[in-house]
């Protein structure tokens, strides 16, 4: 049923949309303003709801969207940690259908959209190019009953644009180092001194999504 | 759940972890320690969050083929992988760990490596070995040193060393600086997950003679 899309879709105005979302009403409350990137917070956010459309009613215009902003950057992260283009767009395809394939499994109260795929992305590339499995831990699955509430949506797009920014003022050579351990090529012994990351707040707001998760499993 | 664990991972494995470069022994600890500690896990979430960053920021992509978005489309249609048969909850294994086990606790096929002691080691790749240990309780496991880093963590009973007491889900880090003997509790036989990057060398003259049977 698929084989008929081809790319000219990606050009193709996108399924209507709702006139207001709920969490687009809420802008950023005490994140700084960043140099002039204040419509990619707006943009993250509105992947959630591209990745339910996918869910919900499989979606293939939001998945286009997805597609034309995710699948290069796979690709080229793909290529960065070793992979040859030929094989980098292979995966990279592979990991656009997983993120179709596992949509329902998305949680949106711990994860940006940018951060599931990295996940996916990364699993990939132990996957096919260090061929090793992976092992993940415990499933907390989370049925339509513990589906997240918006407000904590919103909460972690907050803090996730915290994090980007805090991310953005560390130094040039740390910022490079990080991402060097990100394609892979610093060793677990290597990244023993690039921990010192501003990672407290978001962690206290994943730790409260995995607590509902938790009480609602119960 | 894991208000109890004291003994925690550190943020250099779970960076580690979310950015793919641990060996897998290690992975697997990772993930059977995150399975039972929801403090880890958020830790853990937080560094994928970082990875996230990375990808979505790089500073250039790359353009995918002409016809990508149908071939991708195409796959799709061939519909989702088979899904893994989801695992029981199991009171002593989470489920990364009877992934490798290949069922639940009573599936373990142990091997006995003197004094009651008993392990299992567990199939993994690359570099560094893992192995649940069973050791009876109230018994001691010889006085060992590492070359590497060897990380241990309590699945059933607990154990005590010159360091602390572990007890479920509590993961004692030793360095090659760490000359320890792990003695079980009385209350109940102690089961562990153990992995190692290095041989272990044993510090007695008699325990060495079990080195060929540890496989270490
Ligand atoms: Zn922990």
């Known amino acids: 049923m698929f084989t008929e899309i081809d790319t000219a879709t990606l050009d193709e105005p996108v399924a209507i949309r709702p006139a207001q979302k709920p969490w687009r009403a809420k802008k950023r409350i005490r994140g700084k303003p960043v140099n002039g990137a204040g419509d990619s917070c707006d943009a ?67 994860a940006t959209v940018a951060t599931w795929v990295f996940t996916i992305a990364r699993n990939k590339r132990i996957d096919v190019l260090r061929k090793q499995r992976r092992p993940e831990p415990e499933d907390l699955g989370w049925g339509p009953e513990a589906e997240p509430e918006q407000d904590d949506v919103i909460a972690l797009q907050q803090e996730t644009a915290q994090l980007r920014d805090a991310l953005s003022a560390l130094p040039e050579a740390q910022r490079q180092l990080i991402e060097k351990a990100y394609f892979g090529d610093l060793s677990h012994r290597e990244i023993a001194s690039q921990t010192g990351l501003p990672l407290g707040t978001i962690k206290s707001r994943i730790r409260l999504a995995l607590d509902r998760l938790r009480h609602a499993m119960n | 759940m894991s208000n109890k664990i004291k003994h925690h991972l550190t943020d250099d494995l779970l960076m580690a972890y979310a950015a793919g470069s641990l060996p897998e022994a290690f992975d697997l600890m990772v993930a059977t320690h995150l399975s039972l500690c929801d403090d880890c896990r958020a830790r853990a979430e937080s560094f994928d969050a970082v990875g996230g960053h990375v990808l979505e920021e790089q500073g250039d992509v790359v353009a995918m083929n002409e016809k990508s978005l149908a071939e991708t489309m195409a796959l799709i249609a061939k519909g989702a992988p088979i899904a893994k048969p989801k695992r029981a909850q199991c009171s002593v294994l989470p489920t990364p760990l009877q992934d490798y086990v290949g069922g639940d606790v009573n599936d373990i096929r142990w091997r006995p490596i003197g004094m009651g002691v008993k392990q299992a080691i567990l199939p993994t790749s690359g570099d560094a070995m893992a192995r649940l240990l069973f050791i009876p309780a109230g018994t001691a496991v010889p006085d060992h040193s590492h070359k590497g880093m060897e990380l241990t963590m309590v699945l059933q009973g607990a154990f005590s060393d010159e360091v602390d007491h572990f007890a479920r889900g509590d993961v004692e880090i030793a360095d090659q600086d760490l000359h320890h003997t792990p003695t079980a509790d009385i209350t109940e036989d102690c089961i562990c997950l153990a992995v190692t990057d290095a041989p272990l060398k044993f510090n007695k003259l008699m325990p060495r003679l079990f080195q060929p049977f540890l496989r270490i």
Do not use: N, Y
């Open chain 1, 44 to 110: 993250r956010a509105e992947w959630v709801d591209h990745v339910r459309r996918i869910r919900d009613a499989q979606d293939q215009a939001a998945f286009a969207e997805l597609f034309q902003h995710f699948a290069p950057r796979i690709k080229a992260f793909l290529i960065k940690s070793g992979s040859d283009p030929a094989l980098a767009e292979e995966c990279a395809q592979e990991v656009m259908a997983t993120l179709w394939h596992k949509a329902h499994l998305f949680d949106p109260a711990r």
